[in-house]
């Protein structure tokens, strides 16, 4: 029999892609065999920290007085989908034949983390290498595999991740018990959820204080010119002001001054900057861009996503003009080349090159294959998504974009007012973009400067052809949009950070989406606007959360210094039991020294009162699952899930269910039959069974009213 090496990937679509490079064909059950190889998969955390029962049974039941648990030595279970994968892997490292293994995990801190956990769970001790690779294709792979690792080189990188998932243990475990049992309701807690929480509510905190201020602008118009005042608070000063301007007819122009400016290209995308980009541009979420964008890296398109780098190595660089010439012809730009031997594009190239800054992986990219590859298949989400990324690697290499801006300031009736405008000289690198999003040049920009005559110098008289004042007033702060919360994420505590702190910020770019989609799963955020621009609005019960929380917990200062310690175990820098011991310690004070805030159990019962009960008068109060009579007598509730909705294509609401309360009726568009299919429009009508359940009928418009009973139960 001959040694064999075993190789474990995170999933089975990358475990058939290294098997089909390195010539292991022989299908098994639950792994591929051949050429001196095993290839098989893990499927997610196959292994995961266990629940504070199983340390001990008592801890079954919430207690203040269990607080805090800090686990001596930490327990693993194997998760209960996963026990048969698991089983096989296990088979598998038993197997005299195997000499050695390969870790083929992502190559990242999560994936180091999903290896060594299943590895040390079933108590492998056979040595094994690491595959460190940028890009799933086929040359990637092979290059990988002659250049394996011993998996000794990534124990920081493993004790970072260890780290990394008991302190999110310890905090979750420990907090969401103490303030939960201290406020009676279940109030989730996390390390970086709380924090991101945090700074939305303070921006909402800021939207209701704001107060808006009237102000008042007179605007003259000239021949291809029109200039604008400083802001007048009072209306009847800005009256003045405008019949100044109109007894003068005229302005003296007293400065013209034309700047030549230079825009340089963007850098290439890291995985915050491509997903704040795809929310902005195309409405994307977080979670749907590295959905996308993680299945386009396992499809061989582009290189590996969870980057924070936003440039290249030193070792692509000679690769690069075919690899961007082919890329331009791919997706049309047929007149964009590169020449390898011209000097000043050798010196655009060498803008998005340096090795200094790529740690673990570079910048996202597509991949040489993506050019000789049959897109037309590729779904409409991901192919949006490598567009973006098209684009953004060719304008990064791409000459500056040049403009010139123009101030000019004019003197009538004793004010001043001022224009600017602005030409493009040279399109440059916004050349690349136009042709990606053509969408983007005909949305004229309702602010963009207008285009001034070249002619108007200081000294000269212009003849004033209209003059009118202008109502504004000012604007309070916007909430957050996912790329607004994305970038805030990253430059959390930055203020606060040595300049060289490298890794700043709220969680890492691999986790960022999750933490956005777990708060908004839990209720305490909701995506509210219309279908391009989504706001990640607070809900009442995450303002009651944030209300509540010590500034400890809260603190994004705190995650981010945590962030950089994490980043600094990965180099070796820092001790991670010191790490741990700074977790434990602040939760034990956390628990020890925190005091109920006064009359917040009103805030966190936030009962929403809906409406009377139609049966028996109580107050209808909202729960998870639907609207609930309060009296415990009565058989009375709307159910969010409602059957009765459903079949006619309907969804129940807040704001129906208050509506039905009050006047008994709602009235209902474009119901569906399910019969014809049809839609209809009608009117909704809501009484009540003898022991109080929920009865619908429906008034249809012509006919003499025809009713259809329907009961609830």
């Given at each position: 029999?001959?040694?064999?090496k075993?190789?474990?990937?995170?999933?089975?679509?990358?475990?058939?892609?290294?098997a089909?490079?390195?010539?292991a064909?022989?299908?098994k059950d639950?792994?591929?065999?051949?050429?001196?190889?095993?290839?098989?998969?893990?499927?997610?955390?196959?292994v995961?920290?266990?629940?504070p029962e199983?340390?001990?049974?008592?801890y079954?039941?919430?207690?203040?007085?269990?607080l805090?648990?800090?686990?001596d030595?930490?327990?693993?279970?194997?998760?209960p989908?996963?026990?048969k994968?698991?089983?096989?892997?296990?088979?598998?490292?038993?197997?005299?034949?195997?000499?050695?293994l390969?870790?083929a995990?992502?190559a990242?801190r999560?994936?180091?983390?999903?290896?060594r956990l299943?590895?040390?769970?079933?108590?492998c001790?056979k040595?094994?290498e690491?595959?460190?690779?940028?890009?799933?294709?086929?040359?990637?792979?092979?290059?990988g595999?002659?250049?394996?690792?011993?998996?000794?080189?990534?124990?920081?990188?493993?004790?970072?991740?260890?780290?990394?998932?008991?302190?999110?243990?310890i905090?979750?475990m420990?907090?969401?018990?103490?303030?939960?049992?201290?406020?009676g309701?279940?109030?989730?807690v996390?390390?970086v959820?709380t924090?991101?929480?945090?700074?939305?509510v303070?921006?909402e905190?800021?939207?209701?204080?704001f107060?808006?201020?009237i102000?008042?602008?007179?605007?003259?118009?000239?021949?291809?010119?029109?200039a604008?005042?400083d802001?007048?608070k009072?209306?009847?000063?800005?009256?003045n002001?405008?019949?100044?301007?109109?007894?003068e007819?005229?302005?003296?122009?007293?400065?013209s001054?034309?700047?030549?400016?230079?825009?340089?290209?963007?850098?290439?995308?890291?995985?915050?900057?491509?997903?704040?980009?795809?929310n902005?541009?195309?409405?994307?979420?977080?979670?749907q861009t590295?959905?996308?964008?993680?299945s386009?890296?396992?499809k061989?398109?582009?290189?590996y996503?969870?980057?924070?780098?936003?440039?290249?190595?030193?070792d692509m660089?000679p690769?690069?003009?075919?690899?961007l010439?082919k890329?331009?012809?791919?997706?049309?730009l047929?007149?964009?080349?590169?020449?390898?031997?011209?000097?000043?594009?050798?010196?655009?190239?060498?803008?998005?090159?340096n090795?200094?800054?790529?740690?673990?992986?570079?910048a996202?990219i597509?991949?040489?294959?993506c050019?000789?590859?049959d897109?037309?298949?590729?779904?409409?989400?991901?192919?949006?998504?490598?567009?973006?990324?098209?684009?953004?690697?060719?304008?990064a290499?791409?000459e500056?974009?040049?403009?010139?801006?123009?101030?000019?300031t004019?003197?009538?009736?004793?004010?001043e007012?001022?224009a600017?405008?602005?030409?493009?000289l040279y399109?440059?690198?916004?050349?690349?973009?136009?042709?990606?999003?053509?969408?983007?040049?005909?949305?004229?920009?309702a602010?963009a400067?207008?285009s001034?005559?070249g002619e108007?110098?200081?000294?000269?008289t212009?003849?004033?052809?209209?003059?009118?004042?202008?109502?504004?007033?000012t604007t309070?702060p916007?909430?957050?949009?996912?790329?607004?919360?994305?970038?805030?994420m990253?430059?959390?505590g930055?203020?606060d950070?040595?300049?060289?702190?490298e890794?700043k910020?709220?969680?890492?770019p691999?986790?960022?989406?999750?933490?956005?989609?777990?708060?908004?799963?839990?209720?305490?955020?909701?995506?509210?606007g219309?279908?391009?621009t989504?706001y990640?609005?607070?809900?009442?019960?995450?303002?009651?959360?944030?209300?509540?929380m010590?500034?400890?917990?809260?603190s994004?200062t705190?995650?981010a210094?945590?962030?950089?310690k994490?980043?600094?175990?990965?180099?070796?820098?820092?001790d991670?039991?010191?790490?741990?011991?700074?977790?434990?310690?602040?939760?034990?004070?956390?628990?020890?020294?925190?005091?109920?805030?006064?009359?917040?159990d009103v805030?966190?019962?936030?009962?929403?009162?809906?409406?009377?009960?139609?049966?028996?008068?109580?107050?209808v109060?909202?729960?998870q699952?639907?609207?609930?009579?309060?009296?415990?007598?009565?058989?009375?509730?709307?159910?969010?899930?409602n059957r009765?909705?459903t079949?006619?294509?309907k969804?129940?609401t807040?704001?129906m269910?208050?509506?039905?309360?009050?006047?008994?009726?709602?009235?209902?568009?474009?119901?569906?039959?399910?019969?014809?299919?049809?839609?209809?429009?009608?009117?909704?009508l809501?009484?009540?069974?003898?022991?109080?359940?929920?009865?619908?009928?429906?008034e249809?418009?012509?006919?003499?009213?025809r009713?259809?009973?329907k009961?609830?139960?």
């Amino acid at each position: 029999m001959h040694d064999m090496k075993l190789v474990i990937a995170e999933k089975p679509s990358v475990a058939q892609s290294i098997a089909r490079v390195i010539g292991a064909a022989g299908r098994k059950d639950g792994y591929l065999e051949g050429n001196g190889y095993l290839v098989s998969w893990c499927v997610g955390h196959l292994v995961e920290l266990s629940a504070p029962e199983t340390y001990d049974e008592r801890y079954s039941k919430w207690r203040l007085e269990d607080l805090p648990i800090l686990p001596d030595s930490w327990l693993y279970h194997v998760s209960p989908g996963t026990k048969k994968q698991f089983g096989i892997l296990k088979e598998l490292m038993k197997r005299p034949d195997v000499e050695s293994l390969v870790c083929a995990t992502d190559a990242g801190r999560e994936g180091e983390l999903i290896f060594r956990l299943v590895y040390n769970q079933c108590h492998c001790k056979k040595p094994f290498e690491r595959l460190w690779i940028s890009s799933m294709e086929d040359a990637a792979i092979r290059e990988g595999f002659r250049e394996l690792k011993p998996g000794t080189a990534y124990d920081n990188l493993y004790a970072a991740a260890l780290c990394r998932e008991r302190a999110d243990w310890i905090v979750g475990m420990n907090a969401t018990r103490l303030f939960s049992c201290l406020y009676g309701s279940t109030l989730a807690v996390g390390r970086v959820m709380t924090p991101t929480l945090g700074m939305a509510v303070m921006r909402e905190a800021e939207i209701r204080a704001f107060r808006p201020e009237i102000f008042y602008e007179v605007e003259l118009h000239f021949s291809g010119i029109s200039a604008k005042s400083d802001r007048i608070k009072e209306r009847s000063e800005a009256e003045n002001a405008l019949q100044a301007c109109r007894n003068e007819a005229k302005a003296q122009v007293l400065s013209s001054v034309r700047k030549e400016k230079t825009e340089k290209p963007p850098a290439l995308y890291d995985l915050t900057s491509l997903q704040r980009d795809a929310n902005r541009i195309l409405g994307f979420t977080a979670q749907q861009t590295l959905d996308y964008t993680q299945s386009l890296y396992e499809k061989k398109l582009v290189t590996y996503p969870r980057t924070d780098s936003r440039y290249l190595t030193d070792d692509m660089a000679p690769a690069l003009p075919e690899w961007l010439t082919k890329t331009a012809r791919a997706f049309g730009l047929t007149d964009f080349y590169m020449d390898p031997y011209n000097e000043a594009q050798k010196k655009q190239i060498s803008q998005v090159i340096n090795s200094k800054k790529v740690s673990d992986h570079h910048a996202i990219i597509p991949t040489k294959t993506c050019a000789d590859t049959d897109l037309s298949g590729l779904p409409s989400g991901e192919m949006r998504i490598l567009m973006l990324i098209a684009c953004r690697f060719l304008a990064a290499v791409s000459e500056p974009h040049k403009y010139a801006e123009t101030r000019i300031t004019l003197s009538c009736g004793g004010r001043e007012f001022s224009a600017r405008g602005k030409e493009i000289l040279y399109e440059g690198w916004k050349r690349i973009e136009r042709h990606f999003q053509p969408a983007a040049k005909d949305g004229k920009d309702a602010n963009a400067p207008q285009s001034l005559p070249g002619e108007i110098r200081e000294g000269m008289t212009l003849p004033i052809q209209k003059a009118e004042v202008k109502e504004g007033k000012t604007t309070p702060p916007k909430r957050f949009t996912e790329d607004t919360m994305l970038s805030s994420m990253e430059s959390a505590g930055a203020k606060d950070m040595p300049e060289e702190a490298e890794r700043k910020g709220l969680g890492t770019p691999a986790t960022r989406a999750a933490t956005i989609e777990k708060l908004v799963q839990k209720g305490f955020l909701t995506r509210r606007g219309d279908k391009k621009t989504k706001y990640l609005v607070p809900t009442d019960r995450g303002i009651s959360l944030i209300t509540v929380m010590p500034e400890l917990i809260q603190s994004p200062t705190l995650t981010a210094d945590w962030e950089q310690k994490l980043v600094l175990i990965e180099r070796g820098e820092y001790d991670p039991s010191a790490f741990m011991q700074e977790i434990e310690d602040m939760i034990s004070t956390l628990v020890k020294t925190y005091e109920v805030v006064k009359g917040a159990d009103v805030l966190m019962n936030g009962k929403k009162v809906m409406g009377a009960c139609p049966h028996c008068g109580a107050e209808v109060i909202e729960r998870q699952k639907g609207w609930f009579c309060s009296n415990k007598e009565c058989r009375f509730v709307l159910w969010k899930d409602n059957r009765y909705f459903t079949k006619i294509g309907k969804h129940l609401t807040g704001q129906m269910v208050e509506k039905l309360l009050r006047d008994g009726r709602i009235r209902l568009k474009d119901c569906k039959s399910q019969k014809t299919g049809k839609t209809y429009n009608a009117d909704l009508l809501l009484s009540t069974e003898d022991d109080g359940r929920a009865v619908f009928s429906m008034e249809f418009e012509k006919g003499g009213g025809r009713n259809e009973r329907k009961k609830r139960t």
